[in-house]
């Protein structure tokens, strides 16, 4: 049965006692956004994160996603890939605006896309999923003003949305399978999702 | 004749990725990058169906609606809500403020299309 895959906020908040700050980690799928003087983190491989803030107020948020494959309509500009990633995208700035950030003010730093998924069917997915966040900010009109995307090393960024600060630690030496183990499973959470939400009609 | 959809989004890549899929199926679009755009557009064009997102900045999706639904000319055009948004309560605000069916992103182009053909006049 196919399901509709929504964003999830993420939900994994702890205190990070090395920066002495609130944090929230996020994993494959999710987003958080916040007006708060918190630390965001994220370990990313081939998926991409966007980091955005009202440059302003300092209302920013993450999120964490990677586009599923376009199907048969891959050259299409509304393939199925094309069409969740700007979802994931304007789930984000939609939550933002929400908090009370201007889209007018936002910025956006970007990482990942890393090609770290071993197999030569995915040999471009990251590639893919940092053309893609590239092109929808530039679309948008939304300034990036950092990024760090491909690559081969998984990367783990901290971004503290009040200040704009983001540190990335590239991960040379990875002793485990973990990141490549929740990748490929969101990806094939992401392969079940089907194209479109639900449709109501009232009358 | 040729229907005319009023397409509002605040999201460049929504229009233009709506807009694609309209134009394809042979409507002429107009695009609205948020509430009061529309309500300006709808003023001086004559459209047979309004695409709206709820979320956007001046005006959002549901205040054109109601807006909308008070212009004589605009009380029996189908009004559609494409949106993130899919909670009961604010389909609830929707449906009472007089929108004719709502949509949850991501929109596949394919039942976008039957919708609006199953409610364009």
């Not at chain 1, 799928?29 to 370990?43: I, N």
């Not at chain 1, 299409?76 to 939609?94: K, V």
């Not at chain 2, 709808?42 to 169906?49: D, K």
């Not at chain 2, 909308?68 to 009961?88: F, H, M």
Request: net charge positive; hydrophobic share 40%; with cysteine.
């Amino acid at each position: 049965m196919s399901e509709i895959l929504d964003e999830q906020v993420a939900s994994n908040l702890y205190f990070d006692k090395s920066f002495n700050h609130q944090a929230v980690k996020l994993l494959p799928g999710e987003y958080y956004v916040t007006d708060k003087d918190m630390l965001l983190v994220t370990v990313l491989g081939s998926c991409v994160a966007a980091c955005i803030r009202d440059c302003y107020s300092g209302i920013g948020g993450m999120n964490h996603f990677m586009l599923p494959d376009g199907g048969a309509d891959v050259g299409s500009p509304l393939n199925a890939s094309a069409r969740y990633g700007t979802y994931a995208m304007e789930i984000l700035i939609n939550q933002l605006l929400k908090l009370g950030a201007r889209r007018c003010n936002l910025e956006a730093k970007v990482f990942g896309g890393g090609n770290v998924l071993d197999g030569l069917t995915v040999a471009n997915v990251g590639q893919r999923n940092a053309d893609f966040v590239l092109k929808f900010l530039q679309t948008e009109r939304i300034r990036i003003v950092a990024q760090d995307l491909v690559d081969i090393f998984p990367r783990k960024v901290y971004f503290f949305p009040k200040n704009s600060k983001v540190m990335v630690k590239k991960l040379r030496n990875i002793r485990n399978t973990t990141i490549s183990d929740r990748e490929k499973e969101y990806r094939q959470r992401l392969h079940k999702v089907d194209s479109g939400g639900d449709v109501e009609l009232f009358s | 004749m040729i229907k005319t959809i009023l397409a509002v989004d605040d999201s460049a890549s929504i229009r233009q990725m709506v807009a694609f899929t309209l134009k394809g199926a042979g409507y002429e679009v107009i695009q609205a990058v948020d509430g009061q755009d529309a309500l300006d557009k709808a003023n001086s064009h004559q459209v047979n169906l309004v695409l709206t997102d709820i979320n956007m900045p001046r005006m959002d999706g549901l205040k054109l609606l109601e807006l909308l639904r008070k212009l004589a000319q605009y009380k029996n055009i189908p009004i559609l809500i494409l949106t993130t948004e899919s909670g009961d309560e604010i389909k609830a605000k929707g449906r009472a403020a007089g929108a004719t069916g709502w949509l949850v992103k991501p929109f596949d182009p394919k039942r976008l299309l039957e919708v609006i053909g199953k409610v364009i006049s």
